[in-house]
């Protein structure tokens, strides 16, 4: 057994070597290297560099976006995966295809996303027609405040499938005598959705939850590619802030607004991580 052991740890030292070098290494320079003023001195300044962030107002722009998106995002994405898993458990003949069609999406290069978006939601788009044909007045999606919402659109259009296929190999190992028992005791679509449900499937929804959560924080590409830079207040993200100090080499900002971020997420986490504890403890 000791030498099988000794084998493993062999072929395991090449990837382990690489995240040392790629990874641990740099992660812990980059604490030393946000305590310092980024002088040719390199002084140790301590957390001025934390303070002087949060002083920022294009920080606290920044981070304040991301995190309505984010709850805008991962909650809506939850919900509505859950609702279609549901749905397609129900839907027995094209189940298959509806499953298929739902992922593709999530497959797609997101430049061609992005450009799908572009044309739907261009002034002259179908998306403006069609309030036209209605009797409203076209919107500027792309050049102002309401890019939140082809944005928050297609965060749901892209990552939609992904979360319904984890929600429904969840479901369907559901044992099904357990809702016919339900269901012959008299109990309705909410009782069994609470009561059966829910309990089962905790430990996917709450991975569920948080990937969702994860994939609203890397928000920041897709609008990059359709503002730039410098979009509108409503859509400047953390990410422009942090890629914005790096194009003016800034990098004790960088990393102080990095290793910033990662403790509120972290944070966030562990209080997602605390009440889906609890609530399977309600449930059971």
Known sequence: MFTKKKSVLLFLLPGLCMLLVFYIV??????????????????????????????????????TNTMQLSFICAPLLWVLSFILAAGLMNVKP???????????PYLMPSSAMLLVWLVLFDYGGPV??????????????????ALRVPIVLMFLWKNLGFCLII??????????????????EGAGFLYQTFRITLPLITPSAFLVFVMAWINAFRIF????????????????????????????????????AAYTFGLIVFAIFAVLFFMQRRAARGLS
Do not use: C
């Not at 300044?45 to 920022?56: P, T």
């Not at 929600?167 to 012959?184: D, R």
């Not at 590409?221 to 003016?248: C, R, W």
């Open 94 to 104: 094209f189940g298959g295809f509806f499953r298929s069609t739902a992922l593709m």
């Open 167 to 184: 929600f429904l190999s969840a479901l369907q190992s559901i044992p099904e005598p357990l809702y016919e028992y339900a269901h012959l």
């Open 221 to 256: 590409k897709e609008v990059y590619f359709i503002a730039g830079a410098y979009p509108d207040a409503s859509v400047y993200t953390l990410q422009h802030y942090m890629n914005n100090m790096y194009g003016k080499l800034n990098y004790q900002l960088v990393t102080t």
């Open 128 to 145: 403006n027609r069609a309030l036209v044909a209605l009797g409203m007045e076209r919107v500027m999606w792309l050049e102002s405040g």
């Open 26 to 63: 740099p992660f812990v320079g980059g604490i030393g290297y946000s305590l310092t003023d980024g002088s040719y001195r390199n002084e140790f300044v301590g957390l001025q560099n934390y303070r002087d962030l949060w002083q920022n107002p294009m920080f606290r722009l920044g981070l």
